[in-house]
């Protein structure tokens, strides 16, 4: 009998039919239906549950406020309509568990139609922001959740999406359009946040857990390119994140536990006759419960906790308050043993301690002015704190310093946007951002040829940038409408500035069909190491050459199509050109050195900004959204990354992988009254890194690993291959939901190849591999 391959049985499943029984339980939508622009209530607006027998519906009150009672648990469509304003379709995932809390902002119809056909459910697709045009897509709360291997993580949800592929497995840096991780810029509540990470890692963008939980996330936007003029600071890509805000009329709680630890959540009113409310989540974990179980992490003890919170307190008066804010500390530690019979590896004789400490803590007021003016003022304090230190048995077992690492940056970000709806047609939003670092920085190591110590990085400084953005959003018509805008960004500690131009168009040749075209001129700070980087002089005295380094630059341009294939399927090709250049290249012209391959900050030789870069490509995406409980994605992108140092010769960027190809699929079946079985797959196939020859003879002259550097990235990894399977069983019960979930990461166990090493203890190359086959079994209980 012939055997099905794993493939063929999982599309199986998930084109199968639903089966099972009509549910009885049911639970309350409610929410608030606001202008996109202004952010005021509309009244009279009228809510619907598409398809419900009988209809259910509300119309919302003077403040916008609707509430639908008895909504069957289970996916449910709820449209949206108000005269002069654009009809919204959303896909709801109802439990019984934890009411459906909803925030609607709605666009204002030009045409002011008395009644709006609906349009295509690929609406749900278009940003949040409604000047992000081009390559910017809303990913959901329940894409962090259903996505085989995302485990509620934004950042490994997006590697199914078009133009971005992951930097390490193991963690959830990613690099989109072959750009460097460091390149993505990190946004929640419209103001730049640390990397919100654990074990993260100075001038990275990633680590290895992110510290935000998926139940303070609301629906928020992820652009790739050609930002928005209210986006700056970064080359490569946006996550603007939002929060939702706790259930305002009862408590409730989530309990999730699993072989990464244990979350709790609450939420709920201060008093009943108060709309304020609270939401917090705290997770603690320690990943020594996988070694338990039989799953390689290592030999060190590694733990990691975060708190995230989000508290709204409104006024009738005076506007609307809340803070918010996270915090996560991670750790890893390592004890050699002393016993040299039990070193296998040079590593093991190595005792290490490493840190990464990260959090911020924001107060928001919003206050609507008139009907057409909405003011949004940001202040947030944030602090992250990285350390790495590490010593070397000897042969009598004798501890010997080897290296050592201290950062830390204390920040302070005000921010104040105005957003004014000048007509049905206009809009303009303006704003300025104000951020003060403190900086403490410490590198110092063993250097291996001369056997002394060195320190290329010791400061204290403080360091101030301003960020001020204007830009305009004009609806000709209902098929054209255009952006233009401009960011600006100083650095007041060498007085450089950018001013940068940022444009779009779009164009709907009907309700299924439009082009967009983006363009853009954006900038980035080097990492604040590479400033501080210092050179002894012959004197004993001390220059840092870096000082006076200008921002990275890139010229953005984006070309896209849009079509709606039927209500709930639609296709987008983009095409792009992105050039690079005033790069931050090393002082050397035999040097291949450039800050566009770095994957971290500490980059301590005299640099220049005399290096370019150039990546293009073409991306495809196929997408079914949500319906009859099935969804899919399928991502493709053929794209080339290139740049050139002072050496002149042109090179393959580390992440010029040069094609990606990923596909997302879930399906749900109803199969027992309340029990709901879900069934989710993402493979992954993608060309290999590049990385740098080893200097064989030179590794084992100095006992640890060298480059060939006139040769970097001139070698290919294989072809990169995961399927990552995620199987759930969710039951709903009068009030409470729970939801067991088993997620096989790298489900057939590919040997992905990282890269090479020397070892010493051997004297020969060692290879290392990406994350072998990982299962996350977790339960969670909704109440």
Do not use: C
Not at 44 to 60: D, K, M, Q, Y
Not at 560 to 572: A, F, N, P, W
Not at 749 to 766: A, I, T, V
């Amino acid at each position: 009998m012939t055997k099905l391959k794993p493939t063929l049985l999982l599309a199986a499943l998930l084109t199968l039919p639903f089966f099972g029984q009509s549910q009885s339980l049911t639970q309350t939508v409610r929410g608030t239906v606001v202008d996109k622009i202004s952010q005021m209530g509309l009244p009279g607006a009228s809510v619907v549950i598409i398809n419900s027998e009988p209809l259910l519906g509300a119309t919302t009150d003077a403040d916008g406020n609707f509430r639908i009672n008895h909504v069957p648990v289970g996916t449910q469509t709820l449209k949206i309509s108000f005269v002069g304003y654009k009809d919204v379709t959303a896909n709801l995932v109802v439990n019984s568990g934890k009411e459906v809390v909803l925030h609607v902002p709605i666009e204002e119809d030009i045409t002011q139609l008395q009644e709006i056909v609906i349009k295509p459910d690929a609406e749900k697709n278009k940003p949040l922001n409604e000047m992000a045009v081009v390559s910017t897509r809303t990913f959901s709360v329940e894409e962090t959740r259903k996505f085989a291997a995302a485990v509620n993580d934004p950042a490994r949800a997006a590697i199914s999406f078009a133009g971005v592929v992951t930097a390490d497995d193991g963690g959830n840096s990613i690099s989109i359009r072959g750009n460097s991780p460091y390149g993505l810029l990190w946004r929640m509540e419209g103001v730049d946040i640390p990397n919100p990470n654990h074990f993260a890692v100075v001038g990275s963008s990633g680590g290895g857990i992110s510290i935000l939980s998926s139940q303070l996330l609301a629906n928020s936007d992820f652009s790739t390119g050609a930002f928005a003029a209210e986006y700056g600071n970064a080359l490569a890509g946006v996550f603007d994140l939002n929060l939702r805000k706790g259930n305002n009329e009862r408590r409730e709680y989530t309990i999730q536990a699993g072989v990464l630890g244990m979350d709790i959540a609450a939420e709920g009113p201060f008093s009943k006759n108060y709309r304020g409310s609270y939401l917090v989540n705290y997770r603690y974990s320690t990943l020594s419960v996988l070694s338990k179980i039989g799953v390689n992490v290592g030999d060190a003890v590694t733990n990691f906790q975060d708190l995230s919170y989000n508290i709204y307190l409104p006024t009738r008066n005076f506007g609307n308050f809340s803070l918010f804010g996270f915090g996560g500390l991670s750790d890893q530690r390592q004890q050699a043993q002393k016993d040299s019979a039990k070193w296998e590896f040079d590593f093991e004789r190595y005792n290490s301690n490493y840190f990464s400490n990260t959090g911020a803590a924001g107060f928001k007021h919003a206050y609507t002015l008139n009907a057409n003016t909405y003011l949004q003022t940001t202040v947030v304090l944030s602090g992250t704190g990285n350390g790495y230190e590490e010593d070397r048995l000897d042969n009598n077992y004798i501890p010997q310093f080897n290296y050592i690492q201290q950062y830390s940056n204390r920040k302070l970000t005000f921010s104040s946007v105005l957003n004014h709806k000048l007509s049905a047609k206009s809009a303009i939003r303006s704003g300025v951002y104000f951020n003060r670092h403190t900086y403490t920085l410490n590198l110092r190591y063993r250097d291996a040829e001369s056997d002394e110590i060195t320190e290329p990085l010791n400061s204290k400084l403080h360091a101030y940038t301003v960020q001020a953005f204007s830009q305009w959003n004009y609806k000709v018509n209902e098929q054209f409408s255009f952006n233009a805008g401009l960011h600006s960004l100083y650095l007041t500690n060498n007085n450089t500035f950018s001013l940068e131009p940022r444009a779009s168009v779009k164009y709907e040749l009907n309700e299924q069909q439009s082009f967009s075209l983006g363009y853009g001129l954006h900038s980035q700070m080097q990492p604040i190491t590479v400033y501080e980087a210092r050179v002894a002089l012959e004197d004993g005295a001390a220059a840092f050459p870096n000082r006076n380094l200008g921002f990275n630059k890139a010229h953005h341009v984006v070309l896209g199509y849009d079509r709606s294939l039927s209500r709930y399927l639609r296709v987008k090709a983009e095409t792009y050109y992105q050039h690079l250049y005033n790069i931050a290249v090393r002082n050397d012209v035999a040097s291949p050195v450039s800050t566009l391959v770095l994957e971290q900050g500490f980059e301590t030789e005299p640099m220049v900004n005399k290096g370019t870069g150039r990546n293009y490509g073409a991306e495809f995406t196929l997408e079914q959204f949500l319906h009859n409980d099935l969804y899919f994605l399928l991502s493709a992108s053929l794209y080339n990354s290139t740049y050139k140092a002072l050496d002149n010769v042109w090179r393959n960027t580390r992440f010029n992988g040069k094609h990606a190809l990923s596909f997302t699929a879930g399906k749900e079946y109803n199969w027992k009254k309340g029990r709901v079985f879900g069934l989710n797959v993402r493979t992954i196939y993608a060309g290999g890194f590049w990385t740098t020859p080893i200097d064989v003879n030179k590794s084992i002259e100095l006992g640890e690993t060298r480059y060939i550097e006139n040769l970097a990235y001139t070698e290919q990894l294989p072809d990169y291959f995961r399927t990552d399977i995620r199987f759930s069983i969710k039951r709903n019960k009068e009030r409470t939901t729970s939801t067991l979930s088993l997620d096989l990461q790298n489900a057939t166990n590919r040997k992905n190849l990282g890269g090479q090493y020397f070892e010493p203890q051997s004297g020969k190359l060692e290879k290392w591999y990406m994350m072998p086959l990982l299962p996350v079994l977790s339960y969670k209980v909704e109440f």
